[in-house]
């Protein structure tokens, strides 16, 4: 027996065999779709770069060369792959650095805003009446905050710098989680193996956590993945605006906005910078397409 | 009539939703003997599965009282009610949740209530309704309708309950599984010395399964009936001998 009929055995003989079948099915489906894998080829080079930015960057990122004779030199320059800034830093090196900051934009604001989000709205749509009124009225309250006046009041309030920028962001993004949930949620609440559970004596909090929650899932993680852009490119505007990661940091958006002054002439300054966050949003937005088409029980057929 | 298991007096279960109340039932009253299996037979709507609903405490009791063994039942359910009544729902299809195996649907009850030994359990309720150890790890959707609706019944075993409440076990099944279904259902009532409350649509289902049944419409129970009167057809209510007619299927003119 090969290791693939084994994950695709209709009667699979222990616990883990049948997850790991169930996962790898998923996997077969993710697999055929092309773009998917294009999105999820992007998103897992952008982690590797990460983790890999000291082997890769050739310079270092916040030290320059010499500035009566590096600085502004174009793209394809010996030893600076996509040229060097006003400071005569290496551009390439700087974007592989900036990596770092922007994984950590968004594997922090997916870590905090999606629990957040699930435990709210599966609180509200499980248990409704006077519980549903108020948490999606705190909702509604959260989701009329303008996310960059948020930021902008948090950061001045807390000091600028990219944590006090995460913060902002996280509470801002888990409202349209919370929303999806108890949607998801109402929708299941009074079906029968819902009911079946009840009738076996499970606390609403085992129903919440390993019956409803697994079923909301799917559709939370597809949309903050399609989120993940919007995210990036928030961090990316706070950073332009001064009040995101500050200088030396090469964070990308503070990247453009340091280059644009010089766009006319020096063109590849911001728009190195910029190509790096096109791609990577572009990447996490055919990712959430793909997990869509494979996660969300609705979409198919 | 021997000790009674369950009894239900004058139910009143009333939906409010906005401005609409609708009295879904309306002064059920029956006595169920334990060892015995009781219908509950009705037209869509009448209110049957209700009743059951009701019993489960999943409908709001507006008037009435149900009895456990002779004791009122306190509302929220308490857990031993759980391990004394269990119900098998009418759609398998619904009744499972997509994405437990079978082995997460039958150990989760044996969790909540702390059993022991529970390999040995679970193996011993898949062996009760006919399926092997192959459909432990399987996902519902590896599963046809009539293998689905035995591990819902397996569930609704595994705690040893003494009451079994059957909501129209096969009315989402094809006519061969139906009666195998029926047949084990038969079957486990034997070895088990379970109590059956049964709710139907169907006469013939009810004829073969129950040894009681009343009939309901619109919410109230129209007559008690035996299996023997049935199937002389001793129908006293007009209603009921349209039923019994009816489920003789189309007579020539």
């Not at chain 1, 551009?91 to 994984?103: A, D, E, K, P, Q």
């Not at chain 1, 710098?161 to 962001?169: D, H």
């Not at chain 2, 079994?164 to 096969?170: F, G, I, Q």
Request: charged fraction near 20%; charge should be neutral; include cysteine.
């Amino acid at each position: 027996m090969t290791r693939r009929d084994w994950l695709l055995s209709d009667q699979p003989a222990s616990r883990s065999q049948a997850r790991l079948g169930q996962a790898f099915r998923t996997w077969l489906a993710f697999r055929s779709n092309w773009l998917a894998m294009v999105g999820l080829g992007i998103v897992v080079l952008l982690i590797l770069v990460a983790l890999g930015a000291n082997l890769i960057a050739p310079h270092d990122p916040l030290l320059g060369g010499d500035l009566r004779t590096e600085r502004f030199l174009p793209p394809l320059t010996e030893g600076h792959l996509l040229g060097t800034d006003d400071l005569a830093r290496d551009i390439f090196s700087r974007i592989v650095h900036g990596s770092r900051l922007t994984l950590m934009v968004v594997v922090l604001v997916a870590v905090i805003a999606t629990p957040i989000g699930l435990l709210v709205g599966t609180t509200a749509g499980y248990f409704g009446g006077w519980i549903d009124t108020v948490l999606m009225r705190l909702t509604d309250i959260f989701l009329a905050f303008p996310r960059l006046i948020l930021a902008l009041a948090f950061v001045a309030a807390l000091g600028p710098g990219i944590e006090n920028a995460i913060i902002a962001i996280a509470i801002t993004s888990w409202p349209p989680y919370a929303r999806l949930a108890r949607a998801e949620t109402l929708t299941i609440r009074d079906s029968d193996f819902i009911n079946a559970a009840r009738l076996q004596g499970a606390s609403s909090a085992r129903i919440l956590w390993g019956h409803v929650t697994p079923l909301c899932l799917s559709s939370v993680i597809i949309r903050v993945t399609l989120d993940m852009a919007g995210i990036i490119l928030t961090a990316a505007g706070l950073g332009f605006l001064g009040l995101g990661a500050q200088p030396p940091q090469p964070e990308w958006g503070a990247m453009i906005a340091a280059g644009r002054r010089f766009l006319i002439d020096q063109w590849w300054v911001a728009t190195m910078p910029g190509i790096a966050i096109f791609i990577v949003s572009l990447g996490f937005n055919l990712l959430g397409d793909g997990l869509r088409d494979v996660l969300d029980p609705k979409a198919r057929k | 009539m021997g000790e009674v298991m369950l009894s239900v007096e004058a139910l009143d279960v009333t939906f409010r939703r906005g401005g609409d109340t609708v009295r879904a039932v309306r002064g059920v009253s029956f006595g169920v003997a334990r060892g015995e299996s009781f219908g509950i037979v009705g037209e869509s709507g009448s209110g049957k599965s209700t009743v059951l609903r009701a019993i489960c405490g999943l409908a709001p009791t507006s008037a009435g009282t149900i009895r456990l063994k002779g004791q009122p039942l306190p509302d929220p359910r308490p857990a031993a009610f759980f391990r004394a009544v269990q119900m098998v729902f009418q759609d398998p299809y619904a009744s499972l949740h997509p994405r437990h195996t079978v082995d997460r649907v039958l150990s989760e009850p044996l969790a909540i209530h702390g059993f022991d030994r529970r390999e040995e359990r679970i193996e011993g309720a898949l062996r009760d309704v006919g399926l092997g150890p192959d459909f432990r790890f399987r996902y519902p959707h590896q599963l046809s309708g009539g293998q689905r609706q035995r591990v819902a019944v397996a569930r609704a075993l595994i705690l040893e309950p003494e009451v079994l409440l059957l909501d129209e076990p096969t009315s989402a099944l094809d006519a061969s599984i139906q009666a195998e279904v029926l047949n084990l259902l038969d079957r486990l009532r034997a070895e088990h010395g379970l109590t059956y409350v049964m709710v139907s649509h169907d006469l013939a289902v009810v004829a073969h399964m129950c040894d009681r049944l009343i009939v309901m419409q619109h919410g109230a129970a129209v007559e008690e009936l035996t299996r023997a009167a049935l199937s002389a057809h001793r129908a006293e209510t007009d209603y009921t001998k349209k039923l019994l007619s009816a489920s003789e299927g189309y007579t020539p003119a």
